[in-house]
């Protein structure tokens, strides 16, 4: 053996050398992490008098706070054997803002020559518009009416102006079934 290879050379030579790469590598970062968690954290110190926190009142922190951890999505458990609302009252909570008095080139409610080219384009169609939505009118499907409101309320409005549909039902599950049995021989 040879007297190179007893000694080890590395780039660290002086124990003063040592003492500073184990305070740059450990001590130091620790700094660092406390730095920048003080510096996130300072808009909620006091920011100056008048109890403010960072600009912010402590009801508009809480609120900030709040709308931050909200939750993402909710589950509504509703009754599917409830009745169905008349479609007077589906026009009187979701409609009437709008078509009651002609806002946004919205037809207004009992206005023949408004409804009279619509009416003439159908139930279906209306229902269609009524549920996705069409021009500056947003889809009011999925909503706080099932379909079967929507179209309540669509009957409603063109029967005042001169339309003549009948007022729809809910879907019942045979309904639904039998319906799919056509379109599925259909297609074969």
């Not at 700094?31 to 912010?56: D, M, N, R, T, W």
Request: glycine share 12%; hydrophobic share 45%; charged share 20%.
């Amino acid at each position: 053996m040879s007297a190179d290879h007893d000694h080890q050379e590395g780039p660290i030579k002086t124990p003063m050398q040592l003492l500073m790469t184990v305070f740059f590598s450990f001590v130091a970062p620790v700094f660092i992490i406390i730095g920048l968690v003080y510096f996130v954290l300072s808009y909620a110190k006091p920011a100056g008098s008048g109890g403010e926190l960072g600009g912010l009142t402590q009801a508009e922190l809480t609120k900030s706070i709040e709308q931050r951890i909200a939750k993402v999505g909710t589950v509504e458990i509703r009754d599917a054997n409830r009745p169905l609302a008349l479609g007077e009252a589906v026009y009187k909570a979701q409609c009437a803002a709008c078509h009651g008095g002609a806002v946004a080139a919205a037809p207004k409610f009992g206005d023949a020559a408004a409804w009279g080219d619509r009416i003439k384009t159908g139930y279906d169609a209306l229902l269609n518009s009524a549920l996705k939505g069409k021009g500056t009118m947003g889809a009011q499907g999925g909503g706080d009416w099932e379909d079967a409101e929507i179209g309540r309320a669509v009957v409603y409005m063109t029967n005042a102006a001169g339309g003549n549909f009948p007022v729809p039902e809910r879907a019942k599950p045979a309904d639904a079934a039998t319906a799919a049995a056509p379109a599925a021989s259909a297609a074969k």
